[in-house]
């Protein structure tokens, strides 16, 4: 079946510093969202892509999905502790109507 | 609002034994679905809604059902629980079309199977 994947599954950043982390699907997406969950917490909606190219930002969040609506990423600058937890891109495949969940990806802010 | 509420958080059941995991909602979503999450395995969907009365099945439906009676309420019922189904449970809803919003997750239920 479908699936969607993420790259890397764990990453330690240096406070301070830039990370990207990457979701890649076999088949072409309809749309794609990015979830943010904090250790011992519930997903929360952090954005939603729909478009071939489309950039989005939040403050030091950017948010890209790829040409062909198979890939997308997640870009951090300037890492700051808050940005601990675990990242989750979910995309939903043309014609079909449920949303698949990457493995997400583990980020430790070492301080 | 509330938003989306599950009880209880925290569970332990022994094998064979069967209980109702809650999960309401008061924002008049359409569409409801509950995941599993373990490990490095992401959030798998069970079981899906998209209105009252509709139930489907998600990519690992077996040994749990699910029943919408009303727009608010979706209960997810472990039938004979196994160890197996010992994970972090959540809830989820959104407006319209489901897939093509935003998801709200409840807090999540953590139930262990023994």
């Known amino acids: 079946g479908q699936q969607v994947m993420q790259i890397p599954q764990y990453q330690h950043v240096q406070e301070g510093e830039d990370f990207t982390t990457y979701c890649n699907s076999s088949t072409t997406l309809s749309n794609i969202q990015w979830y943010k969950q904090r250790p011992g917490g519930h997903p929360v909606f952090l954005i939603q892509?729909?478009?071939?190219?489309e950039v989005k930002k939040q403050k030091r969040l950017t948010f890209q999905f790829g040409e062909a609506k198979k890939n997308s990423s997640l870009h951090i600058t300037a890492t700051q502790t808050t940005d601990v937890g675990t990242y989750f891109c979910a995309g939903r495949p043309f014609g079909n109507n449920r949303l698949a969940f990457g493995k997400g990806n583990q980020v430790v802010v070492i301080p | 609002n509330a938003g989306v509420t599950q009880t209880p958080k925290f569970q332990v059941l022994k094998t064979g034994q069967s209980m109702t995991l809650q999960c309401a909602q008061d924002m008049n979503h359409e569409y409801m679905s509950w995941y599993r999450q373990d490990p490095g395995m992401g959030l798998r969907l069970i079981h899906y809604?998209?209105?009252?009365?509709?139930?489907d099945q998600g990519e690992v439906p077996n040994g749990y059902n699910v029943s919408r009676s009303t727009t608010e309420d979706f209960p997810l019922r472990l039938l004979s629980a196994a160890p197996s189904q010992t994970s972090v449970y959540f809830c989820?809803?959104?407006?319209?079309?489901?897939?093509?919003?935003?998801?709200?997750f409840g807090p999540g239920t953590r139930l262990t199977v023994t």
């Open positions: 892509l729909v478009k071939s190219g």
């Open positions: 809604s998209v209105g009252a009365g509709i139930t």
């Open positions: 989820a809803s959104s407006y319209g079309q489901g897939h093509s919003y935003e998801q709200y």
